[in-house]
């Protein structure tokens, strides 16, 4: 955790959990030769995002997300992030977050169906 990750309470301020799923979302599809503009030959776009908080996260945390993908469909799927640090050799649970993806093509601004390379990658 960045220092300027961090709010008035001392631990990582909720705004900030959405930015880091956003980068470990960005590092996935990188890490299969991928992005959120051309995922398998098609864009994405974030329909919706839900967090729950499990436990705080400090100045100095290094934080592992870990992501899987359920619920796909040929338009969509959802994103599973589980957020955690290691502190004093424990494990602590950060966050769970839910982002839905949608298929969408930016050009017509509508929804379009999944490609086989998109569902390849998320299963």
């Given amino acids: 955790m960045r220092i300027s990750d961090i709010n008035y309470g001392g631990h990582v301020g909720n705004d900030h959990i959405l930015s880091i799923v956003h980068e470990?979302?960005?590092a996935f599809f990188k890490s299969h030769g991928q992005t959120?503009?051309?995922a398998g030959g098609i864009?994405?776009?974030m329909a919706d995002s839900a967090v729950q908080y499990k436990g705080e996260s400090f100045h100095g945390?290094?934080?592992?997300v870990e992501i899987y993908a359920d619920n796909i469909s040929s338009i969509s799927f959802d994103l599973f992030y589980k957020l955690t640090t290691i502190r004093e050799e424990k494990q602590f649970d950060i966050a769970y977050v839910k982002t839905g993806m949608i298929c969408f093509d930016y050009s017509t601004r509508k929804m379009v169906n999944m490609t086989e390379?998109?569902?390849k990658i998320l299963k």
Avoid at 61 to 64: A, K
């Fill in 43 to 45: 864009n994405l776009i």
């Fill in 61 to 64: 945390d290094i934080i592992l």
């Fill in 36 to 38: 959120e503009m051309n």
């Fill in 117 to 119: 390379t998109l569902e």
């Fill in 24 to 26: 470990a979302r960005m």
